[in-house]
């Protein structure tokens, strides 16, 4: 677990910052983290990194992803960007733009990517977490 979190941090963190991460929602399949301290401000446009951590790897291997996301705070919109696939070890299986494309769309109510726009856009919700996978494996009852 130890390179899974290094591989994090090199994916999402600011050149010599240590990520802050951010429970922004949990349930029974995923947990969502968002980075907080590298949350890069343009008006009202926000982008910042969500890391999002499965209870089981998916078929492909993939056990979480780390998508860089754009919010518009003012129009409730976000445009994803690259979306990074890493396995149990930290290896990276596969990066890339996300299938639905990079342009701003609307957010569904209740979704990971609406909790992290509460976060990042208003300062709604968010507990701090050192280790977002030891965080999420005692959620999942893994440890």
């Known amino acids: ?3 899974l979190i290094a591989a994090i941090a090199f994916l999402v963190a600011p050149p010599f910052a240590e990520p802050q991460w951010y429970r922004v929602n949990s349930g029974k399949q995923t947990i969502a983290y968002v980075e907080g301290l590298g949350i890069a401000k343009d008006g009202d446009l926000r982008t910042t990194s ?3 951590i499965r ?3 998916s078929m492909d291997g993939s056990l979480m992803f ?3 996301l754009t919010f518009n705070c003012a129009t409730g919109e976000v445009s994803e960007h690259k979306v990074t696939y890493l ?3 930290g290896n990276v299986l596969r990066s890339g733009d996300p299938i639905a494309g990079t342009a701003f769309h609307s957010i569904f109510e209740g ?3 609406d909790f992290a726009r509460r976060f990042v856009c208003a300062g709604e919700g968010g507990t701090r977490v050192d280790d977002p996978v030891a965080d999420s494996r005692i959620a999942f009852g893994m440890q």
Do not use: R
Request: no cysteine; net charge negative.
């Open 66 to 68: 780390v998508t860089k």
């Open 1 to 3: 677990m130890p390179l």
């Open 55 to 57: 209870s089981a790897a």
């Open 111 to 113: 979704t990971n990517i």
């Open 87 to 89: 396995d149990e070890q």
């Open 50 to 52: 969500m890391a999002t």
